[in-house]
């Protein structure tokens, strides 16, 4: 069965449109630990996940993870496929 012309042209634009929302939202596309250095040079290891955004990368830091090491603050981390998910908008409204 082939489609007509404005069925490809509607699905295309479909496509587009899931597209340019999943990047609205950000898309996973690293993670690893950082160091949190404070003013009198002690700090800790946090876990940061990178997405990629229409305006570019941008880094999340997961503030409730601090680690003495790399290796455990990596263990501790999660980074979502998404990185603006249902559940920071439900936190966020309830934080304010």
Not at 41 to 60: F, M, P
């Amino acid at each position: 069965m082939r489609l007509s012309t404005v069925s490809w042209t509607f699905f295309g634009l479909i496509v587009t449109a899931l597209i340019i929302y999943a990047f609205s939202l950000g898309i996973f596309i690293g993670s690893g630990a950082e160091f949190l250095k404070m003013s009198d040079g002690s700090g800790w290891y946090t876990y940061q996940c990178r997405y990629l955004y229409l305006t570019g990368i941008r880094r999340h830091l997961d503030p409730g993870i601090m680690a003495p090491s790399p290796e455990e603050a990596v263990a501790k981390g999660f980074c979502p496929v998404f990185g603006y998910t249902i559940s920071n908008r439900v936190s966020w409204r309830k934080g304010s």
